[in-house]
């Protein structure tokens, strides 16, 4: 079974610039979640979205966006980059949105320079 | 907001030593309760998980975690690591409807000697 995808697994961008992570689910599941790892600390949530909807955001600036699509993957957008924005970004599906386990993709690891 | 204390951050045991990881909560309602492992250069997963019922929860690989509501407390155990237990140990909480995802802690880096 296919687990979590996520591409690209690392990408390199210049502060200022704009990126688009992509992920597709586990199949049969509805639901993604979106998280920021940076190094030495726990994910952080993003967001999360369940049927193309917007069911909850974390603490992050407008600069952040994402959508679900009618397959059920997701795109996590991200303008304006600042060298803050440097981490590992993790996807998380689950069959829904309520509380449930998720399972987690490898990840993409975007750097900013 | 709920938040999620790990104590140890580094950790370091030999083989067959027992095992105990610290994490507390902070959140006055109904909470669900993880622990995801990373191991080197793979994808966090799930090793175990508590959501109601029996608070002594059994998961993968011989871990196991107890609930204990008046201490806000899910501590990891393991009677008996291996080298391969070698990994990062992330304690999580959703709370709610689970809508606000799951916020970890900072995790605790595991090694095992041989």
């Known amino acids: 079974d296919a687990g979590v995808t996520q591409s690209p697994t690392h990408l390199i961008k210049t502060r200022g610039q704009h990126v688009t992570l992509r992920c597709s689910p586990i199949s049969g599941h509805k639901s993604v979640s979106w998280y920021q790892q940076v190094l030495g600390q726990g994910p952080q949530f993003i967001f999360q979205?369940?049927?193309?909807?917007?069911?909850g955001r974390g603490n992050f600036p407008d600069r952040f966006s994402a959508r679900q699509f009618p397959n059920y993957s997701s795109e996590l957008n991200v303008n304006a980059l600042l060298l803050g924005d440097s981490a590992l970004y993790l996807c998380?599906?689950?069959?829904?949105?309520?509380?449930?386990?998720?399972?987690f993709g490898q990840g993409t690891r975007l750097t900013v320079v | 907001a709920q938040s999620v204390s790990q104590h140890n951050h580094h950790v370091i045991l030999s083989e067959a030593a027992s095992l105990e990881l610290g994490c507390n909560y902070s959140?006055?309602?109904?909470?669900?309760l993880f622990w995801y492992v990373q191991y080197p250069g793979q994808h966090l997963q799930l090793l175990l998980k508590?959501?109601?019922?029996?608070?002594l929860v059994k998961g993968i690989k011989g871990f196991e975690a107890e609930f204990i509501k008046s201490k806000f407390s899910f501590n990891l155990r393991k009677p008996s690591v291996q080298w391969s237990d070698t990994a990062e140990y992330f304690c999580?909480?959703?709370?709610?409807?689970?809508?606000?995802?799951?916020?970890f802690g900072k995790g605790t880096h595991l090694i095992i000697q041989p």
């Open positions: 979205y369940y049927e193309k909807e917007e069911r």
């Open positions: 999580a909480v959703s709370a709610g409807g689970g809508a606000d995802g799951l916020t």
């Open positions: 959140y006055g309602g109904t909470v669900n």
């Open positions: 998380a599906s689950s069959v829904w949105d309520g509380n449930t386990e998720a399972f």
């Open positions: 508590y959501f109601s019922g029996d608070p």
